[in-house]
């Protein structure tokens, strides 16, 4: 079965750095999403993507976050500085259509800012 | 706003046990109901879906019913094996619109020979 990568694994940064977390989605999805799981709570939806734009984003999404598709297989997810609080397992995940399609997640990228 | 509630973890059983991982939710409107399963080293992975009140959605020996009346779509297995040990996360999809998922908060089981 095709699947969503992410790299890398395990990313340590130190607090106010910039972090670019990378994901390539499956080849012929359209829908692209990143979710994140602080330690211990629940998995939360940050923004979804399509046609070269943001579709929704949640709260948690604010100016220091952005995501890009640079070349049009990578979806990356940046964090302009970095607090501790950004720390976190970050999912990313792709559609192939909207509704009624299932999502696909990759393994995730375990991000710590000291 | 959308919220899911699921039992804590983590779940410990022995195999060829019975399997329950309770899951309540609050959402407006006539939401999907998920149950999603993430095995050591892999992404999430959808394990079964129910659209409608009444829906049983079932996979792999999985099954959750969504009752409308108790706002619940309980996983169940009836005898669950060393394979099935996971973090199991139920979610939901709002009915008022969108494309985004709010999860639970996972439970891991944990099977034992």
């Known amino acids: 079965e095709p699947e969503v990568t992410q790299t890398p694994s395990h990313q340590v940064t130190q607090m106010g750095q910039e972090v670019i977390l990378r994901c390539v989605p499956i080849s012929n999805h359209l829908y692209f999403y990143w979710y994140r799981q602080i330690l211990g709570q629940k998995v939360e939806f940050l923004v979804s993507?399509?046609?070269?734009?943001?579709?929704?984003k949640s709260e948690i999404f604010d100016d220091q976050f952005s995501v890009e598709r640079p070349d049009g297989s990578n979806f990356t997810l940046k964090i302009r500085s970095t607090k501790l609080e950004d720390s976190a397992m970050y999912f990313c995940?792709?559609?192939?259509?909207?509704?009624?399609?299932?999502?696909?997640f990759g393994s995730g990228t375990q991000l710590s800012v000291l | 706003g959308d919220s899911v509630t699921q039992m804590e973890g983590p779940v410990t059983l022995s195999e060829e046990a019975f399997l329950t991982i309770n899951c309540t939710y609050t959402a407006t409107g006539y939401p999907s109901l998920f149950w999603y399963v993430q095995y050591p080293g892999e992404g999430l992975q959808l394990l079964l879906k129910?659209?409608?009140?009444?829906d049983k959605g079932s996979n792999k020996g999985f099954e959750a019913t969504y009752r409308k009346e108790t706002t619940s779509f309980h996983l169940e297995k009836g005898s669950v094996q060393v394979s099935d040990s996971a973090v199991y996360f139920c979610a939901l999809r709002g009915g008022g619109g969108g494309n985004k998922l709010t999860f639970g908060t996972g439970t891991q089981l944990k099977v034992e020979l």
């Open positions: 129910a659209t409608k009140a009444d």
């Open positions: 993507f399509y046609n070269n734009e943001i579709s929704e």
């Open positions: 995940a792709s559609r192939r259509t909207d509704l009624g399609e299932k999502l696909f």
